[in-house]
């Protein structure tokens, strides 16, 4: 619960009593209608006796409010994840010295998915300027793992970054992913780029670091393929998109530090955008 990319009902009155409290079932009904979500008054209910008897919520009169010793445990928890996974110094360790390459491989193109995002949002959090830079030939991570690159974006935002990404393709499923950025936090253009002269490699920039992720011939054809033979959400041929992206595959992320070759590939970025990075 509260935890997971997937939201439940739990996790929506959860969040909802976080932002307000005191508030009767009419109410929170209301608020649940307001993001989109629609519960019968039963259900409602049935979830927030569960939350009490876990110890999350308590009742007072008519109105539902977070316990505090709840609250107070999540305080907790949130803040030795944030000593352990955002200020601790170990995570500096899986970044390379200046002119050093990382390499990690992959058979699974979502656990390398995962992977890719963890890193940038490692780079994102020590950086100063927090300005990403990317290139994609297709965002195919959109279109199997939608809620958590909703996460990742929002992830970005709260950190305070900003993305600029260059999409190669134009496809209908290319720009199916357009609904899904933030203008405040992602720059994009579906622009024809000098990356597109440099083969179908995936590229990031932030600051002295270039990651570079590399996929092997074979897979690189079939999202393609998939990409250019797709015209709706409603024809996608999931026994492909399942066999592509379940299925075994050759990859690999490349994490280097090595500012003259970052300051290049910037180069091109400010040239198509038109803004010094």
Excluded at 45 to 65: A, F
Excluded at 75 to 82: A, F, P, V
Excluded at 188 to 205: A, M, P, Q, T
Aim: proline fraction near 2%; charge should be positive; aromatic fraction near 12%.
């Amino acid at each position: 619960m509260i935890l997971q990319t997937y939201k439940n009902i739990e996790d929506y009155l959860v969040e909802i009593l976080a932002e307000e409290a005191n508030l009767n079932v009419s109410q929170i009904r209301e608020r649940l209608t307001q993001i989109g979500k629609k519960y019968t008054i039963q259900a409602i209910y049935k979830v927030l006796k569960n939350l009490q008897e876990g110890g999350v919520v308590v009742k007072i009169n008519k109105c539902y409010s977070l316990r505090i010793p709840w609250a107070l445990n999540l305080e907790h928890l949130s803040n030795q994840i944030r000593a352990t996974y955002l200020e601790s110094p170990l995570l500096a360790e899986i970044l390379p010295d200046i002119n050093k390459k990382e390499i990690w491989h992959f058979n699974n193109l979502l656990r390398l998915n995962d992977f890719w995002s963890q890193i940038l949002l490692i780079l994102i959090k020590q950086s100063k300027k927090k300005i990403l830079l990317g290139y994609n030939p297709h965002p195919w991570f959109h279109l199997v793992q939608t809620k958590q690159e909703e996460q990742y974006i929002k992830s970005i935002n709260l950190a305070r970054g900003k993305l600029y990404l260059i999409i190669g393709g134009r496809t209908y499923l290319d720009k199916w992913v357009e609904k899904f950025f933030d203008k405040n936090t992602v720059a994009h253009s579906f622009g024809r780029s000098v990356f597109e002269e440099k083969g179908l490699d995936y590229i990031n920039v932030i600051d002295d670091y270039i990651l570079t992720v590399k996929l092997d011939g074979g897979t690189t054809k079939e999202i393609d393929n998939l990409y250019k033979n797709t015209d709706s959400i409603e024809k996608m041929n999931l026994h492909n998109v399942l066999k592509i992206f379940n299925g075994k595959v050759k990859a690999g992320i490349w994490l280097e530090k090595n500012p003259q070759k970052a300051e290049k590939i910037k180069g091109r970025f400010t040239r198509f955008f038109g803004i010094k990075f």
